[in-house]
């Protein structure tokens, strides 16, 4: 049995919006990451670095079908799929999926974190997206390593 992270959300944001602030590292930033090499392409590999940890996180395999999903691995058990749908209103539903990870005690703790992780994901997009709120900032502050 295979273990899996799900998460969605829908954003009242054209799908072109949705994807350029999952894409581009400038708009990313705002709300996920603190840092990266570069912008998400398909056959690429990016370096990732966040606020809250120390370390850099290569993001390689990466797929993308403009405007329609994001694909990449992090983590080398998993692989990570974005899918975005356009609805008839102009918003985007965003559906987030990470598996490959046999099941473990271990690895079910890591999903159920992985499912919370990815939902915070969405909502800070969400809110960067929508109302340029940053709600990442200083959020996990408490995790540093001093």
Known sequence: MRLESNASIQIQKPVEEVFEGIVNPEKMTNYFISESSGRLETGKE???????FDG???????KI?????ISFVW???TVVKITLEKLPDHSTVVR?????KDLTEDNLKWALENSGGWANFLACMKA???YGIQLRKGAFNFMRKN
Do not use: A, C, T
Not at 46 to 52: M, N
Not at 56 to 62: M, R, S
Not at 65 to 69: H, K
């Open 96 to 100: 987030v999926n990470e598996n490959g």
């Open 75 to 77: 983590d080398p058990e």
């Open 128 to 130: 960067y997206l929508e």
């Open 56 to 62: 850099k996180y290569p993001v390689n395999e990466i």
């Open 46 to 52: 990016v370096i990732w670095k966040f606020p809250e």
């Open 65 to 69: 079908e403009i405007n329609r999903s």
